[in-house]
């Protein structure tokens, strides 16, 4: 059984950091594109970031390029979310999520791709 574990979120200030886990069993870890996507209220499920099998290929959404880095470590069989410059709009509860799909391209953007996810963390920035 795939299981996929957020931790780490929290309320932090704006301006703040936080750092996302998430651990994953159930599944051969090194064969997984790894994405993390967010969910605000009322709002449409995005994309945040995505990590290739090996770690050697990342992508990271627009809003957070500059302050957010994606990583992993496939001894651990963990994904991190490196969090930075927090700004109130990142409010969110993130989600880890996972593919089998060999090919890392653009198609890691999109929800649809990822067949394992995780119950999510809430991120919470004040103002």
């Known amino acids: 059984q795939v299981r996929l574990v957020e931790s780490g979120g929290g309320l932090v200030q704006n301006g703040g950091s936080l750092r996302l886990s998430c651990a994953a069993s159930?599944?051969?870890?090194?064969?997984?594109?790894m994405g993390w996507f967010r969910q605000a209220p009322g709002k449409e499920r995005e994309f945040v970031a995505s990590?290739?099998?090996?770690?050697?290929?990342?992508a990271h959404a627009d809003s957070v390029k500059g302050r957010f880095t994606i990583s992993r470590d496939n001894s651990k069989r963990t994904v991190i979310l490196q969090m930075n410059s927090l700004k109130p709009e990142d409010t969110a509860v993130y989600y880890c999520?996972?593919?089998?799909?060999?090919?890392?391209?653009?198609?890691?953007?999109?929800?649809?791709?990822?067949?394992?996810w995780g119950q999510g963390t809430q991120v919470t920035v004040s103002s």
């Open positions: 159930g599944l051969t870890f090194s064969h997984m594109i």
């Open positions: 999520a996972a593919t089998l799909r060999p090919q890392y391209d653009s198609a890691n953007y999109l929800r649809t791709t990822y067949e394992y």
């Open positions: 990590i290739s099998r090996r770690g050697d290929s990342t």
